[in-house]
């Protein structure tokens, strides 16, 4: 299945490359040439950071966080134009649901949630048309008939699957969470097939404001294990997104402990969501990051 943010897959380019080959070998230069010389697009991510999102004591400073979805957007869709963006994220006429998570320790900051609302009313979605939810979502009058999902939710790590992120917060979407729990939740992108979601997910936003990177239980929190990041992951391909997440946390924990310490049990469910389920790009030779703002210890 091909992505529509990265143009086509891993898979796509490597059953490229082997005809490629195999026009050589039947001496069709011309065919291979063809081939060739159309590039593969990658996933762009767009990696914000501000050093004073956070204050000291913790509080987010609301002001600033919209000023980096407004340049964060702008940079994903390359356009100066804030509104102009917005507007191919979602229409007048769309019904949008905006996926929070709200989880006690660390949930999706409220300022983030309303600096997505505050931009999709001014795209011109009418209010009785939005909601932002997570529990419930399966109930939820607005999700019931959404046409358009934007996605957001804090990165942290997690007992069943590694790391709770984009992929993951889909979960409530399903009504059954423990048919996905095997193989530390490896099929996650499985998810994102259900008729309630397919196909309507418009944008991605991985908060990495004060993201958990080490944890042991499946409701473990402790501040030791928090750090003022200060960014935000934005992109359309939440498989891309994810990657960049993890590689984030894997540099993170090196330096806290010295050494490799890699996540368990592995987030392999977001490698997966690519080469099974064809959800998006896993491999960071196929991503696009863009990095703006605060350059210190972004650790990628």
Known sequence: ??????????????????????????GLPAVA??????????????LIRDKDVVTAEGKIDGEIIQRMFDEGISALFENKNV???WRQVVKPEDVVGIKTNEWGPLRTPAAVEQAIKRRVLEAGAKEENIAIAD??????????????????????????????????????????????????????????QLPIVKDKTRLNVLVMLTPLFYGVGPHHFDTTYVWRYGGLLIGADPVAVDTIGLQIFQAKRKAYFGENRPIQ?????????????????????????VRLGWEEDSLI
């Open 135 to 192: 529990r419930g979502v399966r109930e939820h009058p607005v999700f019931k008939k959404a046409t358009a999902l934007i996605n957001t939710r804090p990165m942290r790590t997690h007992a069943w699957s590694g790391v709770g992120s984009l992929i993951k917060n889909y979960i409530p979407f399903v009504s059954y969470p423990p048919d996905y729990h095997p193989d530390s939740c490896a099929d996650l992108g499985a998810v994102w």
């Open 83 to 85: 509104a102009d963006c």
């Open 265 to 289: 049990p592995t987030a392999h469910h977001i490698a997966f969501a690519d080469t099974r389920h064809g959800l998006g790009v896993s491999d960071p030779a196929l991503i696009d990051l």
């Open 1 to 26: 299945m091909k992505s529509k943010e990265s143009g086509i897959t891993r898979r796509d380019f490597i059953k490229g490359t082997g005809c490629v080959a195999m026009g050589m070998a039947l």
């Open 33 to 46: 040439e063809e081939i060739v010389s159309e590039p593969v697009k990658k996933a762009r991510v767009v």
